[in-house]
């Protein structure tokens, strides 16, 4: 199979992750394996980082977190959504990956901003849209975000191939900068 990832903007991680699990339970380990191909090039002023915000009930406060979206380009499937969120009562960012079905789950998920250290963290859960795992975010791991490249996104396929798809850190600066001026 042949599979070219392309960056959409997703407006939630909820929404992102809607419609992915069926055409992932019959070709995850497939998809898995062929994700790490290129993404396609978007024009130069093209951001891929958006900024999301939402409230639940109408005294509750606003929710904003920055994310990027990878899709299957020929069927717009999700196979990767990287989402950076503020914890409003300390002010810290954590980082929550949503990754493809079709992994071996043991081995975790790992992170890496360019040629730097590969850090591994435990995927915590799954269910029928794929499988999540999430990392606090040290200051200075978000400042290795904002001067990197690309934050590469490590996985293993259920059959143990491992798994790198690279996620586009242009534009990344930008977009955190806004989502910390929202208050």
């Given at each position: 199979?042949?599979?070219?990832?392309?960056?959409?903007?997703?407006l939630?991680?909820?929404?992102?992750?809607?419609?992915?699990?069926?055409?992932?339970?019959?070709?995850?380990?497939?998809?898995?394996?062929?994700?790490?191909?290129?993404?396609?090039?978007?024009?130069?002023?093209?951001?891929?980082?958006?900024?999301?915000?939402?409230?639940?009930?109408?005294?509750?406060?606003?929710?904003?977190?920055?994310?990027?979206?990878?899709?299957?380009?020929?069927?717009?499937?999700?196979?990767?959504?990287?989402?950076?969120?503020?914890?409003?009562?300390?002010?810290?960012?954590?980082?929550?990956?949503?990754?493809p079905?079709?992994?071996?789950?043991?081995?975790?998920a790992?992170?890496?901003?360019?040629?730097?250290?590969?850090?591994?963290?435990?995927?915590?859960t799954?269910?029928?849209?794929?499988?999540?795992?999430?990392?606090?975010l040290?200051p200075?791991?978000?400042?290795?975000?904002?001067?990197?490249t690309?934050?590469?996104?490590?996985?293993?396929?259920?059959?143990?191939?491992?798994?790198?798809?690279?996620?586009?850190?242009?534009?990344?600066t930008?977009?955190?900068?806004?989502?910390?001026s929202?208050?």
């Amino acid at each position: 199979m042949t599979v070219a990832l392309a960056q959409a903007n997703t407006l939630g991680l909820g929404a992102a992750i809607g419609a992915l699990w069926l055409i992932l339970s019959v070709a995850g380990p497939a998809l898995a394996e062929d994700a790490a191909k290129p993404a396609q090039p978007k024009p130069a002023d093209a951001n891929p980082w958006a900024v999301n915000c939402s409230s639940g009930a109408a005294n509750t406060e606003l929710q904003c977190q920055v994310s990027q979206n990878l899709t299957e380009a020929k069927t717009g499937q999700r196979v990767l959504t990287v989402t950076v969120r503020r914890d409003n009562a300390n002010g810290s960012l954590a980082m929550l990956l949503a990754l493809p079905h079709g992994l071996f789950l043991p081995s975790g998920a790992s992170y890496q901003i360019d040629q730097g250290q590969k850090t591994t963290i435990a995927i915590q859960t799954s269910d029928q849209n794929g499988a999540y795992a999430a990392t606090p975010l040290p200051p200075e791991l978000v400042k290795a975000m904002k001067s990197g490249t690309n934050l590469n996104i490590g996985m293993e396929s259920v059959t143990r191939k491992p798994v790198t798809i690279p996620v586009s850190l242009a534009g990344f600066t930008a977009a955190l900068t806004k989502l910390e001026s929202i208050k």
